[in-house]
């Protein structure tokens, strides 16, 4: 079992940056991969990124690659998400995601363990 808990979201405005945390319980943080997902109001949960229990393997949504960069500390059970150049279109409730899979997955059923989410707000 593992808890996550997310921090770091807030209200911005366009063009500037967030860094998102996600604090994880557990000895085994390390066998995790990890994803960032977020939920804007009617509509679904879509993967942001997710990064590989080294590290070394990362994917990104379309939507944000070369703007947002996740990254882990395994030594710190935390797992980031730095946001750049923030849009309106980023407005959403992130959410911290945890997997057993061997493999980097966009699906949210491969994500056996969520935080309860934080808020990102971009204004114009």
């Known amino acids: 079992q593992v808890q996550l808990v997310e921090s770091g979201g807030g209200l911005v405005q366009a063009g500037g940056s967030l860094r998102l945390s996600c604090a994880a319980s557990?000895?085994?943080?390390?066998?995790?991969?990890m994803g960032w997902f977020r939920q804007a109001p009617g509509k679904e949960r879509e993967l942001v990124s997710a990064?590989?229990?080294?590290?070394?393997?990362?994917r990104y949504a379309g939507s944000v690659k070369g703007r947002f960069t996740i990254s882990r500390d395994n030594a710190k059970n935390t797992v980031f998400l730095q946001m750049n150049s923030l849009k309106l279109e980023d407005t959403a409730v992130y959410y911290c995601?945890?997997?057993?899979?061997?493999?980097?997955?966009?699906?949210?059923?491969?994500?056996?363990?969520w935080g309860r989410g934080t808020q990102v707000t971009v204004s114009s």
């Open positions: 990064i590989s229990w080294t590290g070394y393997i990362t």
């Open positions: 995601a945890a997997s057993t899979d061997s493999s980097v997955s966009g699906t949210l059923a491969e994500y056996s363990y």
């Open positions: 557990g000895r085994t943080f390390n066998r995790y991969v």
